[in-house]
DNA sequence: TGTTAGCACTCACTTGTATTGAGTGCTAAT
DNA sequence: ATTAGCACTCAATACAAGTGAGTGCTAACA
């Protein structure tokens, strides 16, 4: 028994069909819908097949085929025709690119929120991991007699900030002639493995302001160790009420509790590290109750290594084709975005 | 017919039980379970009474019976007994506070987190307005040969900063000169009313770098603009889906629309400016999608005028002196905070 | 040998009907 | 004024019969 071109078409039918309605479909229904030239006995026949290769599953007897896990694997990996953006599509990912946003946060919220609008499913995104990332400018910024912004600037854009409290305030001057020595010595240092010599020559010269020093190296160790896992966010988690598999509130819920402690989900993110894009279906995903869903992930690159991920959540019927192309779309436009960063002003609205 | 005694007691039963089953409650179940020492007939008269009165509503004939919105409200003002946090919820509020964050965000996080694990209902929180805020400094930083964050700090510890790029890029000493200028000359001003002498003077002073004035005079806009409607933060939205009154999937998904844009909320929670406690019951929050929730908020003081609303959303059954002691509790805890923000490093763990 | 028509069978879903039970209102007795 | 008792209401539940979409199998056909 082989998978012959007929016993694909049919499969693609189903799974067409299958996304459209969520409803298990029937050989009547491949045979009126989608003319394949052969009756609903002979559709049936293949179906049989089908089903017993593993591509599609009776819920239960006597009713139609869903697609399986396997089968929309299948589909995903040998029938994925790249999905065209609409023009009205192309219209709106413009608008928001257009505006020139520079707060990289602010950015990806709003991607987040078009392409949960886009494809009425949850969008996924994680703020760039900081790892390999090198410093770039420190500051100290006195905000009252005892308390002091540390400002950090690292590659692409990315800025932290932090106030801490001093028992000791340094005159505005010194303050400044710190952070000049400061950026001198850690300028370069990635920020996870600083040069301990450096450190050690930064105490010597700094001689008397050492707790501004181990202030500062609390903060760097702080920011190192948080970026290891990214901080997850969601956008448009609700419309997952809008699919009929979740039509059940209980299942509702409990996705959503899973959605809420990312632990899994953030390691499954960070699973696409490099790899251009990245498609989980069903049970692929590792989490028992997201095995009636399905999540494609890609990356966007800061530059310099640091990247991000951005996603989409759906029920495993979703349109696959659609989601790669709006996620392929979206992540070149991030990229374009923060690499063209403040330097297009001449054209802003 | 007068609101004597004895109703007032069927009332709070009423009210009592239908919070904490959702359901409509009958005559017999109030006289076996809080026993008032009178029979279920009499208390039938009596509910016939309160119904007759408003303050409670037979949904269909021949059921129990539920509070309306005017019970609640009665209830609300004149039954409520200062609920004391229990031991537990004090420990739990504790382990938060003595974290010792100190970035407002994050502890606003935070707190709306625990305020929606421990009442499960849904915490919401607006960013504090910074209307009638004061400059305190500003601070110019270049990040690279075209790019410099402006970095605002104003009262109550609010820190907000932007990149920009130039056209000329000063030297690192000019920049720092500049930040030192227009600090002297900005700070204790109010954000939102700069004073134009103030501003013409600087740009004299500044000459030369005028665009740099002008850049940051248009941040300053922004972030005026921007914080008049502070953005509206939601914890633990998926609770609603456990409330029975929204069981139905259709009416859950309407909330989270009507949550999703929130202007209309914004404008409610802008509306508690200074007050206490604000109760909103039913149809008081002049949403119709929420006319089976309330909502209660109040405000916490970051000093120098600023305040921010912390609330909690939930059914119009819910528990409302649990919910007004955990929100009083909060503001109280958000404000020690603030104001001992890094103030108490030695006890830190 | 592959395709199709026909038929019996399955099973979720719908519709209609009866039953149950929680709750009310009213009336008469205490 | 309060209570017991009774008839009545109506949502919810349970059950039975009917419907229809879909399947598998077999026999006929090209």
Known sequence: MSLDERKL??????????????????????????????????IRNEMSDLEEMGFIIQPHASSGRIPSDLGYRLYVDRMLKQHKLKDDEKKIVGSVINRNINQIQYLMDETARLIS??????????????????????????????????IIAADGNIIRNKIVSVNYMPEEDILYEISRVVTAEFHGQGIENIDQIAIDKLYREL????????????????????????????????????????SDIEKAQSLFKTLEKTDALSSLLAGNAGSDMQIYIGNETGIEEMKDCSIVTTTYDFGNNITGTIGILGPTRMDYSQV???????AGNIEDVINNINKDDENSC
Request: hydrophobic share 40%; net charge neutral; charged share 15%.
């Open 9 to 42: 078409k049919i499969l693609q039918a189903i799974i067409t069909d299958y996304i459209a309605t969520a409803e298990p479909v029937g050989s009547r229904t491949i045979a009126k819908k989608y003319n394949l030239g052969i009756s609903s006995a002979t």
């Open 117 to 150: 609008k886009m494809t009425n499913y949850t969008a996924i995104f994680s703020e760039p991991a900081l790892k390999n990332t090198t410093l770039n400018k420190i500051n100290f910024m006195s905000l009252n007699e005892t308390d002091i912004m540390i």
């Open 207 to 246: 001689n008397g302001y050492g707790e501004l020093v181990s202030l500062l190296m609390d903060f760097i160790q702080e920011i190192a160790e948080s970026s290891n896992m990214g901080k997850i966010h969601f956008s448009g988690t609700n419309n997952i009420l809008t699919f009929p598999e979740f």
């Open 324 to 330: 790669v192309s709006v996620l392929k779309s979206m």
